[in-house]
């Protein structure tokens, strides 16, 4: 007995895994979802509902939020390059950088910032994510849709539960997690959870002959939950998140190669406090959730991306947010009627230091040689010298966000229709503070023997105050076996500011300053960018029409049907200015339409001793410009960037009750995935043709263990995950190649 104990503490010190779903875990059904805030079963949502419980996520080897677009239609999370470039698109919504089209929540809390999106995730027991605008309950950065996410809490369970598990894999992946959660009495219960992992990486770069994309990232979280009465339910966790990473393994189209000579590399701490409380009485139901968020990270890039040493970005935030959400479920006052009424507020604090500095290599072919261009067509034999071996353009902002809604749903049951309207309404107040600053030592030959000193500074303040009026009205007719439905709806991403073009504008506003200084007046390439105006962009709104349906015609099986059509305004898109320059910005520089139709089905069955799950989807996206002119090219009619025209998913498990003590159960499982085509450009003249991946898992399970040996990409398919275009070069991010690997699972 003794023997047996320590054996199992070792098992749990050593963080030996579970993702097996616990016999006496008290879960919601699957048929409740809970982000549409009205309860109605899943068969019956006005909306495309994908729902990924615990034995799914384990089948499909889901670790992270970006793995959950392998399995649902028009959603794809690509993998660009580091931790924070988490970028999403949802038919035909997204783009590379600022706010995102979805909303992400853990537990009842948002999320604040798209850069926690990409993390390793412990203990979950459900993922909902409902496809399509859910301003009208969610706010801003919800056109696309929502992601919940629920973990495990301590008084889901009756007794005792201790988790682990620990995996290695190609690259010398490591992952480990060990948790517990220990329901104390049948009031109060605690959970403890922790998680480390690393990676020797994939991409090697031919400068110094290293790994450039290899990390290590560790994690937990602590749970205290509690029912003080039979009213009440407090639920507070504390959760943290570290990172360290080689970051941006960008290869040259041409080449293949990766080839920096200045370190690329992204660090990120998250520190989240959160609590939420429940409250039910005479019928009505009370929500409250609250969090802090504070998020610190560092990034430094090698930013032409060559062996060349042109120029660096170091850029580093402090962030602080706060978020409160309170949602009121009425007693009906009537059976056909029901109603829900919402308050909610955030501010969000972000100091941000991002100097982009030029070497002696970029200061001679990107500031020299612009200026002399011109001064010597009049002056041939003359030019202007500057002497710093290197030049940091200083660049500190602060950015204010804070915002405030009310919202409210109505939903009416008459006979076999439904009715759901609501409205949201929104305002918000953003605002940015600038300081950016140069400081070069120059001399004009013509005029001067000695180099003299030059300040460059610019500083001010920029704000904004948006308001939004969200509505949503759905209509369905539901029978025993089917759910047909309609519905309307705004959604809008935030508006905001341009950080990343600051350097282009001192820049510009460094040469101006130094033709004035000689009395001699410059002529911009692209004027656009010497005023600092052009960093604001102003919130994109969409309307979104959706036709579906839901299938449930025999027990297991679930089939979804829809067809969409989306027209935004203002789209913000992402601006290069002309030639050899170092920023990139967003704008409201579009106008696009999206229209599509998504098919899944979900099946699982059991037969004697056998047992099995089939999960197939396809998605459909044409998604393009109406009116598109960034000062280069016209691209109406052209196909959006980085939103795939095609997803298909295929996922096959079967297994067999062996019912020996030696082994319970063994499954094999096959997933399929297929994407593209994905254009990189607006001029649609290069894309990424349509590939598909291949996974395969076979899981071994014991009583208390599981082993899984797994495989990804078992094809060995070449394909790039990103493209872009900087300082007239091409540069493509490649896709992970074949990897192996095995992992144990642990429940006790």
Same mark, same amino acid.
């Given at each position: 007995?003794?023997?047996?104990?320590?054996?199992?503490?070792?098992?749990?010190?050593?963080?030996?895994?579970?993702?097996?779903?616990?016999?006496?875990?008290?879960?919601?059904?699957?048929?409740?979802?809970?982000?549409?805030?009205?309860?109605?079963?899943?068969?019956?949502?006005?909306?495309?509902?994908?729902?990924?419980?615990?034995?799914?996520?384990?089948?499909?080897?889901?670790?992270?939020?970006?793995?959950?677009?392998?399995?649902?239609?028009?959603?794809?999370?690509?993998?660009?390059?580091?931790?924070?470039?988490?970028?999403?698109?949802?038919?035909?919504?997204?783009?590379?950088?600022?706010?995102?089209?979805?909303?992400?929540?853990?537990?009842?809390?948002?999320?604040?910032?798209?850069?926690?999106?990409?993390?390793?995730?412990?203990?979950?027991?459900?993922?909902?994510?409902?496809?399509?605008?859910?301003?009208?309950?969610?706010?801003?950065?919800?056109?696309?849709?929502?992601?919940?996410?629920?973990?495990?809490?301590?008084?889901?369970?009756?007794?005792?539960?201790?988790?682990?598990?620990?995996?290695?894999?190609?690259?010398?992946?490591?992952?480990?997690?060990?948790?517990?959660?220990?329901?104390?009495?049948?009031?109060?219960?605690?959970?403890?959870?922790?998680?480390?992992?690393?990676?020797?990486?994939? &991409?090697?770069? +031919?400068?110094? %002959?290293?790994?450039?994309?290899?990390?290590?990232?560790?994690? /937990? $979280? =602590? !749970? #205290?939950?509690?029912?003080?009465?039979?009213?009440?339910?407090?639920?507070?966790?504390?959760?943290?998140?570290?990172?360290?990473?080689?970051?941006?393994? &960008?290869?040259? +189209?041409?080449? %293949?190669?990766?080839?920096?000579?200045?370190?690329?590399?992204? /660090? $990120? =701490? !998250? #520190?989240?406090?959160?609590?939420?409380?429940?409250?039910?009485?005479?019928?009505?139901?009370?929500?409250?959730?609250?969090?802090?968020?504070?998020?610190?990270?560092?990034?430094?890039?090698?930013?032409?991306?060559?062996?060349?040493?042109?120029?660096?970005?170091?850029?580093?935030?402090?962030?602080?947010?706060?978020?409160?959400?309170?949602?009121?479920?009425?007693?009906?006052?009537?059976?056909?009627?029901?109603?829900?009424?919402?308050?909610?507020?955030?501010?969000?604090?972000?100091?941000?230091?991002?100097?982009?500095?030029?070497?002696?290599?970029?200061?001679?072919?990107?500031?020299?040689?612009?200026?002399?261009?011109?001064?010597?067509?009049?002056?041939?034999?003359?030019?202007?010298?500057?002497?710093?071996?290197?030049?940091?353009?200083?660049?500190?902002?602060?950015?204010?966000?804070?915002?405030?809604?009310?919202?409210?749903?109505?939903?009416?049951?008459?006979?076999?229709?439904?009715?759901?309207?609501?409205?949201?309404?929104?305002?918000?107040?953003?605002?940015?503070?600038?300081?950016?600053?140069?400081?070069?030592?120059?001399?004009?030959?013509?005029?001067?023997?000695?180099?003299?000193?030059?300040?460059?500074?610019?500083?001010?303040?920029?704000?904004?105050?948006?308001?939004?009026?969200?509505?949503?009205?759905?209509?369905?007719?539901?029978?025993?076996?089917?759910?047909?439905?309609?519905?309307?709806?705004?959604?809008?991403?935030?508006?905001?500011?341009?950080?990343?073009?600051?350097?282009?504008?001192?820049?510009?506003?460094?040469?101006?300053?130094?033709?004035?200084?000689?009395?001699?007046?410059?002529?911009?390439?692209?004027?656009?960018?010497?005023?600092?105006?052009?960093?604001?962009?102003?919130?994109?709104?969409?309307?979104?029409?959706?036709?579906?349906?839901?299938?449930?015609?025999?027990?297991?099986?679930?089939?979804?049907?829809?067809?969409?059509?989306?027209?935004?305004?203002?789209?913000?898109?992402?601006?290069?200015?002309?030639?050899?320059?170092?920023?990139?910005?967003?704008?409201?520089?579009?106008?696009?339409?999206?229209?599509?139709?998504?098919?899944?089905?979900?099946?699982?069955?059991?037969?004697?001793?056998?047992?099995?799950?089939?999960?197939?989807?396809?998605?459909?996206?044409?998604?393009?410009?109406?009116?598109?002119?960034?000062?280069?090219?016209?691209?109406?009619?052209?196909?959006?960037?980085?939103?795939?025209?095609?997803?298909?998913?295929?996922?096959?498990?079967?297994?067999?009750?062996?019912?020996?003590?030696?082994?319970?159960?063994?499954?094999?499982?096959?997933?399929?995935?297929?994407?593209?085509?994905?254009?990189?450009?607006?001029?649609?003249?290069?894309?990424?043709?349509?590939?598909?991946?291949?996974?395969?898992?076979?899981?071994?399970?014991?009583?208390?263990?599981?082993?899984?040996?797994?495989?990804?990409?078992?094809?060995?398919?070449?394909?790039?995950?990103?493209?872009?275009?900087?300082?007239?070069?091409?540069?493509?991010?490649?896709?992970?190649?074949?990897?192996?690997?095995?992992?144990?699972?642990?429940?006790?």
């Amino acid at each position: 007995m003794r023997i047996k104990v320590v054996f199992i503490w070792f098992l749990f010190c050593t963080s030996l895994p579970t993702v097996a779903e616990v016999a006496d875990t008290v879960l919601l059904p699957d048929v409740e979802v809970s982000v549409s805030r009205i309860a109605e079963p899943l068969t019956h949502q006005q909306m495309q509902v994908s729902v990924v419980d615990a034995h799914l996520m384990d089948v499909a080897q889901i670790q992270a939020p970006k793995d959950l677009a392998s399995l649902v239609p028009n959603v794809h999370m690509p993998d660009y390059g580091a931790a924070m470039t988490s970028s999403i698109y949802i038919r035909g919504l997204g783009s590379r950088i600022n706010d995102p089209v979805l909303t992400m929540v853990i537990d009842g809390v948002p999320l604040l910032d798209k850069n926690m999106y990409d993390h390793t995730m412990q203990d979950v027991k459900r993922i909902e994510l409902l496809r399509g605008p859910q301003g009208s309950m969610y706010g801003r950065n919800s056109p696309g849709g929502v992601m919940e996410i629920r973990t495990f809490q301590p008084l889901d369970f009756t007794s005792q539960l201790i988790r682990g598990m620990v995996g290695y894999g190609t690259a010398n992946d490591v992952q480990a997690q060990a948790s517990v959660y220990r329901p104390e009495t049948r009031s109060f219960g605690w959970g403890l959870a922790v998680r480390y992992h690393r990676t020797d990486g994939f &991409y090697t770069n +031919a400068f110094d %002959g290293k790994r450039i994309d290899r990390g290590q990232q560790a994690g /937990g $979280r =602590l !749970v #205290l939950d509690s029912r003080p009465t039979d009213e009440w339910r407090l639920t507070g966790t504390v959760s943290f998140d570290w990172l360290e990473q080689g970051a941006f393994p &960008y290869a040259d +189209a041409e080449t %293949g190669r990766i080839d920096f000579n200045r370190p690329s590399e992204y /660090g $990120r =701490l !998250v #520190l989240m406090p959160s609590i939420r409380a429940e409250y039910k009485h005479d019928g009505y139901r009370l929500l409250l959730s609250g969090s802090y968020q504070f998020m610190r990270d560092d990034m430094r890039m090698d930013q032409d991306y060559t062996r060349a040493d042109i120029f660096t970005l170091n850029q580093k935030q402090h962030q602080h947010s706060a978020s409160l959400d309170a949602l009121l479920y009425a007693p009906k006052p009537c059976k056909w009627y029901e109603w829900t009424v919402g308050l909610n507020g955030f501010c969000k604090s972000n100091t941000m230091q991002a100097p982009v500095t030029f070497m002696r290599e970029g200061i001679e072919t990107l500031i020299l040689a612009n200026a002399n261009r011109g001064i010597q067509t009049v002056f041939p034999s003359d030019s202007i010298e500057i002497s710093n071996a290197s030049l940091p353009i200083y660049s500190d902002f602060a950015f204010f966000n804070a915002g405030a809604a009310v919202y409210h749903q109505s939903h009416f049951r008459l006979g076999n229709w439904h009715i759901n309207a609501g409205v949201r309404l929104d305002i918000e107040h953003t605002r940015m503070r600038y300081l950016s600053t140069a400081d070069i030592s120059y001399r004009f030959t013509m005029l001067m023997t000695d180099y003299q000193a030059l300040h460059t500074e610019m500083r001010g303040v920029q704000s904004a105050n948006y308001f939004q009026v969200l509505p949503r009205l759905a209509v369905s007719y539901n029978t025993w076996w089917a759910t047909f439905y309609a519905y309307a709806a705004k959604g809008y991403r935030a508006g905001g500011y341009n950080p990343q073009i600051f350097s282009t504008i001192t820049q510009n506003q460094v040469m101006n300053n130094l033709a004035a200084d000689m009395g001699m007046h410059l002529k911009m390439t692209d004027a656009r960018f010497s005023d600092v105006a052009i960093t604001k962009y102003r919130p994109e709104t969409d309307w979104t029409f959706e036709l579906g349906a839901h299938f449930t015609p025999v027990d297991g099986l679930k089939i979804d049907l829809d067809a969409f059509y989306i027209l935004c305004e203002d789209k913000q898109v992402t601006v290069f200015p002309n030639g050899k320059t170092t920023g990139r910005m967003m704008a409201n520089a579009a106008r696009a339409r999206s229209w599509g139709t998504e098919v899944a089905l979900q099946y699982r069955w059991t037969c004697s001793r056998w047992f099995g799950l089939l999960n197939l989807s396809y998605g459909f996206t044409d998604a393009r410009f109406i009116d598109f002119n960034d000062g280069i090219g016209d691209y109406a009619g052209k196909f959006i960037p980085y939103a795939p025209q095609h997803t298909a998913h295929g996922l096959v498990m079967a297994g067999y009750s062996v019912g020996h003590k030696a082994l319970n159960t063994i499954s094999l499982s096959l997933k399929g995935e297929g994407i593209g085509r994905i254009y990189w450009k607006e001029q649609n003249d290069c894309w990424q043709p349509f590939y598909g991946l291949l996974a395969a898992t076979l899981t071994l399970d014991w009583n208390y263990v599981q082993l899984q040996l797994w495989g990804r990409n078992l094809t060995a398919t070449k394909y790039d995950v990103f493209y872009f275009r900087s300082m007239d070069n091409d540069f493509l991010q490649r896709g992970r190649p074949r990897e192996w690997g095995a992992t144990i699972h642990i429940n006790i």
